[in-house]
């Protein structure tokens, strides 16, 4: 199994296989973290068709990026799911500051929360929703008054706004996937200021951050640069006679 994957997600994928474990030996349901888009596919993986097993995502409304896992025994697929999540709406004096999702996410952050513990951010022109777990959401309510300099006004809501986000696709043709040479033909960065950003600790891989410039990247990884916005290697479309790989990149737009 470890094989498939790299070597950091042995931990989860061991989590993964305890809980399916649990849920087709000892008939128990099982509810996992808010997992980024990256997990949930290793969640799949390792799963896979195990027809003992009924697997189901969901992130508190239709559209959500991070999502809750329900792994439980097949013969309880058609029965709902408690999901434990819990939504938010925040309104704040939009007149005199405009709030980010970075601003949001470093307030929830702030607040001593680990990020595993609410899912989707979504920031509108006056008001910003966030999902999280309902055993955070008594905390939520309680530590989060401020988001930077805006005084912010909790309710609880039955629906969470998400954001219309688009790909722009971008067409590459790049000599490997190493990190430091997609971030290049993706930003038209220099390789030198590629190495230089991913060495300072500013780029991300699937959430997490990457300090190595020679980090194979694959398909389907998800990059973000700070200050820069979020990208995806959204596929390969084949190999030149060159040997040489020729990708889709996609920007959120």
């Given amino acids: ?41 290793v969640a ?9 097993i009924d697997l189901q995502f969901f992130g508190g409304a ?19 799911i408690d999901w434990d999540i819990s939504l938010f709406k925040a309104t704040y ?34 008001a910003f929703y966030v999902a999280c777990t309902k055993e955070a959401s008594a905390y939520i309510a309680i530590a989060l008054k401020q988001v930077g300099k805006a005084t912010v006004s909790l309710e609880e809501t039955d629906t969470l706004e998400l954001p219309d986000e688009k790909w722009e696709e971008k067409p590459v043709t790049v000599s490997s996937l190493r990190l430091d040479v997609l971030l290049s033909a993706l930003y038209g960065l ?20 990457v300090e190595h410039p020679s980090f194979r990247v694959a398909i389907g ?8 916005g979020r990208a995806k290697v959204l596929k390969q479309e084949g190999v030149t006679k060159k040997d040489k790989y020729r990708l889709v990149l996609g920007k959120k737009s």
């Fill in 190 to 209: 220099s390789r030198a200021k590629a190495a230089d950003l991913i060495g300072k600790g500013l780029v991300k891989v699937n959430w997490k951050v």
């Fill in 1 to 41: 199994m470890y094989e498939h994957f790299r070597e950091e997600e042995r931990p989860f994928i061991d989590h993964i296989q305890t809980l399916r474990e649990q849920a087709a030996r000892y008939h128990q349901e099982k509810l996992t973290i808010f997992l980024d888009p990256r997990m949930q596919e």
């Fill in 62 to 80: 239709d559209g959500c990026e991070r999502k809750r896992a329900s792994i439980r025994p097949a013969y309880l697929k058609n029965e709902p």
């Fill in 93 to 126: 004096a939009k007149k005199f500051v405009t709030l980010t999702h970075r601003d949001v996410l470093g307030a929830l952050m702030n607040t001593g929360m680990k990020r595993e513990t609410f899912g989707d951010i979504s920031v509108t022109d006056n």
């Fill in 221 to 228: 990884d998800d990059l973000s640069v700070r200050g820069a």
């Fill in 44 to 52: 799949k993986s390792v799963i896979g068709q195990d027809g003992e």
